[in-house]
């Protein structure tokens, strides 16, 4: 089945998700010539994106490593060693405790609490209802299972602050900060520093080679440092994906605003479409979740109708609700989608539940 649905999609010609139909040769022309190569992480351009990122993020220091699931528990476990307790508090959709094999508790001794109701954010009140001492407040920018959703800047401050307030450090899993920042209206800057460590990625909106980077302070990311060692990520030779994020990120941030912008009127677009809900109504990140009224079966059979007709690639299988009748996709808007009007989005859409 995967052999199949990998076929089609290489026979297709367009799309209008993410960055688009990209191949191995792309993704190979984003490293560029003439890289300065590092030696186990020191140097060379692994040291230049990490000055970089520091500097777009406001913060004092930041280390690249291969993957955010060795990244993220490991700066968990370094706030949590230097506190009283091993209990990091975060949403339920959080990426940790649902796709990374509990890493976080198999690897680093963490417990994770679930705060707050799947269907929504966190909000303070939620974390007011927490008793028991916690070493951090993972917060994720935006929510992705929820659409793109994100709390006001208000209620991000209060949030942080109610961590604070009882020695816990705030961590941004800002796997789409840039996303975020689009939404927001606000530097990348101006909205780390609301948190003590915060983690990018860069092969999401970027389109870059696998790969992100977390920065905050110096002693922080020292020992965030050591742990990548540890786990096995301090390869040879690290600058293939740090060369890759170099060369896309800077058009990629460009880019951002038209994005959030080319997501308002996608969503306005879709109002005309009967069967087809937008979640959120109105996007506050450059991402949305689309409720279908059609079955998983029928979907799947429209999308591989459309691939082979049309040469247009669109998700080969829907995300099944609790209702049969009703699958969820979503749409990460990037550089493809750009080249899409928006009606023309809202055809698509229209197609996949004919």
């Given at each position: 089945?995967?052999?199949?649905?990998?076929?089609?999609?290489?026979?297709?010609?367009?799309?209008?998700?993410?960055?688009?139909?990209?191949t191995?040769?792309?993704?190979?022309?984003?490293?560029?010539?003439?890289?300065?190569?590092?030696?186990?992480?020191?140097?060379?351009?692994?040291?230049?994106?990490?000055?970089?990122?520091?500097?777009?993020?406001?913060?004092?220091?930041?280390?690249?490593?291969?993957?955010?699931?060795?990244?993220?528990?490991?700066?968990?476990?370094?706030h949590?060693?230097?506190?009283?307790?091993?209990?990091?508090?975060?949403?339920?959709?959080?990426?940790?405790?649902?796709h990374?094999?509990?890493?976080?508790?198999?690897?680093?001794?963490?417990?994770?609490?679930?705060?707050?109701?799947?269907?929504?954010?966190?909000?303070?009140?939620?974390?007011?209802?927490?008793?028991?001492?916690?070493?951090?407040?993972?917060?994720?920018?935006?929510?992705?299972?929820?659409?793109?959703?994100?709390?006001?800047?208000?209620?991000?401050?209060?949030?942080?602050?109610?961590?604070?307030d009882?020695?816990?450090?705030?961590?941004?899993?800002?796997?789409?900060?840039?996303?975020?920042?689009?939404?927001?209206?606000?530097?990348?800057?101006?909205?780390?520093?609301?948190?003590?460590?915060?983690?990018?990625?860069?092969?999401?909106?970027?389109?870059?080679?696998?790969?992100?980077?977390?920065a905050?302070?110096?002693?922080?990311?020292?020992?965030?440092?050591?742990?990548?060692?540890?786990?096995?990520?301090?390869?040879?030779?690290?600058?293939?994906?740090?060369?890759?994020?170099?060369?896309?990120?800077?058009?990629?941030?460009a880019?951002m605003?038209?994005?959030?912008?080319?997501?308002?009127?996608?969503?306005?677009?879709?109002?005309?479409?009967?069967?087809?809900?937008?979640?959120?109504?109105?996007?506050?990140?450059?991402?949305?979740?689309?409720?279908?009224?059609?079955s998983?079966?029928?979907?799947?059979?429209?999308?591989?109708?459309?691939?082979?007709?049309?040469?247009?690639?669109?998700?080969?299988?829907?995300?099944?609700?609790?209702?049969?009748?009703?699958?969820?996709?979503?749409?990460?808007?990037?550089?493809?989608?750009?080249?899409?009007?928006p009606a023309?989005?809202?055809?698509?859409?229209?197609?996949?539940?004919?």
């Amino acid at each position: 089945m995967l052999d199949e649905i990998a076929a089609r999609r290489a026979a297709c010609t367009d799309s209008f998700h993410g960055n688009g139909l990209t191949t191995t040769a792309d993704m190979v022309a984003t490293i560029g010539a003439d890289v300065e190569a590092d030696t186990y992480g020191d140097g060379g351009v692994v040291a230049d994106l990490e000055k970089e990122i520091a500097e777009l993020l406001g913060k004092p220091a930041a280390v690249y490593l291969p993957s955010g699931t060795m990244a993220q528990p490991a700066t968990l476990r370094v706030h949590a060693d230097t506190r009283s307790s091993r209990t990091v508090l975060w949403h339920p959709y959080c990426h940790l405790a649902r796709h990374e094999l509990e890493a976080y508790a198999q690897l680093h001794g963490l417990v994770g609490r679930a705060v707050g109701e799947q269907s929504r954010l966190i909000t303070l009140a939620d974390l007011e209802a927490v008793a028991e001492p916690a070493a951090a407040l993972l917060l994720e920018l935006p929510q992705r299972d929820l659409g793109g959703q994100m709390p006001s800047l208000d209620d991000l401050f209060a949030q942080v602050s109610w961590a604070r307030d009882r020695n816990m450090a705030a961590h941004l899993d800002g796997a789409r900060l840039w996303e975020a920042s689009a939404g927001y209206h606000r530097s990348p800057a101006e909205i780390a520093q609301f948190f003590d460590t915060v983690y990018v990625s860069f092969y999401k909106g970027v389109g870059a080679l696998p790969g992100c980077c977390v920065a905050g302070p110096e002693d922080v990311i020292a020992q965030v440092k050591e742990w990548r060692r540890r786990l096995g990520g301090t390869l040879y030779g690290l600058w293939p994906g740090a060369a890759s994020a170099r060369n896309k990120l800077t058009g990629a941030l460009a880019e951002m605003p038209a994005r959030m912008d080319h997501a308002l009127a996608i969503a306005k677009a879709v109002e005309d479409v009967p069967g087809v809900r937008t979640v959120p109504a109105v996007p506050q990140a450059p991402m949305m979740h689309f409720l279908l009224s059609v079955s998983a079966g029928r979907y799947a059979e429209n999308a591989k109708e459309l691939a082979e007709a049309d040469k247009f690639w669109v998700w080969p299988k829907a995300m099944e609700t609790e209702d049969p009748d009703v699958v969820r996709v979503e749409l990460a808007v990037g550089s493809a989608t750009l080249r899409h009007d928006p009606a023309e989005v809202a055809n698509i859409l229209a197609r996949l539940i004919a």
